[in-house]
């Protein structure tokens, strides 16, 4: 699986995250604020790929193209 970075997001692609939450990618325009809706009704959720910034998701919270 190809690990999500702030140099290769897409929108529409679908992510999973490492409790196995299936969701895709709805917006991805501002780095702070990656939007990411889970399949089945599991709700959606936030992430932030931008670098030096204290909630950056990257190593504590990474997603992965699925």
């Known amino acids: 699986m190809e690990l999500v970075t702030r140099t290769n997001l897409e929108k529409g692609r679908k992510v999973i995250d490492e409790d196995n939450i299936i969701g895709t990618i709805e917006k991805c325009d501002n780095l702070h604020d990656v939007y990411v809706i889970h399949d089945n009704d599991m709700g959606s959720a936030l992430y932030c790929f931008v670098e030096d910034c204290e909630e950056n998701?990257?190593?504590?919270?990474?997603?992965?193209?699925k």
């Open 57 to 65: 998701s990257e190593k504590d919270y990474p997603i992965y193209y």
